[in-house]
């Protein structure tokens, strides 16, 4: 009986994840990355003019974002050709915005610890080998700016300064969870630095059971103003231990 049920829900889902599927192959731009509301919007020469709203007119493709999409896109990839040329598409410009030293950059969050978190969720939704240079070029970034406590921190100086890459004067919960989840999807759980990573989770958090990073952890425009999300610090390193939990009670 409840697995009639669940199949019968499985496929009342199916109709709206396929018109989801098709707007969001509607979004991509031409370069095969995505934007946060709208297509093709790359002519930078607007930023210029002197009216320009903090020199940010323009909602270009990054590599968070469209690692969202390819999230949904490798779910249904199979259902359709063109979904599954689209999902190729985006694999392609996400390596193509992959920096040299194996990092992305993140838009919406703070910042290239961010970014490569969210490449590194897209990529794992895919039937990309986990040896693919993307992989393990982003997993030896990530080990490469741990710091000493086990943590991970990034400031948003690195918006402005590229000596900030994945570097803060101390790590924070939020973005040592992100550093965790994208070294898990890299196939990296079992490595020492994921369990440095848990350690300093376990020993960061509250006795009330929470975490509190006092620092801002967004941009709203990168190089001009700087957000906090207060939900960031208690839900990311929840979801990071539960991760490493699950994947270790793995067979």
């Known amino acids: 009986m409840a697995f009639a049920f669940a199949k019968a829900e499985q496929a009342e889902l199916e109709e709206p994840l396929i018109r989801a599927a098709d707007w969001t192959l509607g ?15 790359t002519y930078y020469y607007l930023n210029e003019i002197p009216f320009a709203d903090h020199g940010a007119l323009l ?11 390819l999230m949904l896109l490798a779910k249904v990839a199979d259902k359709n050709p063109a979904y599954h040329a689209g999902l190729r598409n985006t694999i392609d410009y996400l390596r193509s915005e992959q920096e040299a030293d194996g990092s992305w950059f993140g838009r919406w969050g703070t910042n290239y610890i961010y970014g490569t978190w969210s490449v590194l969720l897209g990529l794992e939704q895919t039937n990309l080998p986990k040896s693919d240079p993307m992989y393990t070029r982003a997993a030896a970034w990530l080990k490469s700016v741990q710091r000493a406590d086990g943590g991970w921190g990034e400031d948003n100086f690195s918006y402005h300064d590229s000596n900030y890459r994945g570097a803060y004067r101390f790590s924070t919960a939020f973005q ?10 890299a196939g990296e759980v079992h490595s020492p630095e994921v369990k440095s990573g ?5 020993k960061a958090q509250q006795a009330d059971g929470v975490w509190n990073d006092k620092c801002f952890t967004a941009p709203g425009f990168p190089r001009v103003f700087y957000l906090k999300y207060h939900g960031y610090d208690k839900f990311f390193p929840l979801w990071a231990l539960a991760r490493y939990r699950n994947e270790l009670s793995k067979k």
């Open 27 to 41: 979004m991509r731009s031409k370069n095969g990355g995505y934007g946060a509301f709208d297509v093709d919007n």
């Open 176 to 185: 040592t969870a992100w550093a965790i989840l994208g070294l898990i999807a």
């Open 198 to 202: 848990i350690e300093f989770l376990l």
């Open 59 to 69: 909602d270009p493709p990054t590599a968070d974002v469209s690692a969202r999409c």
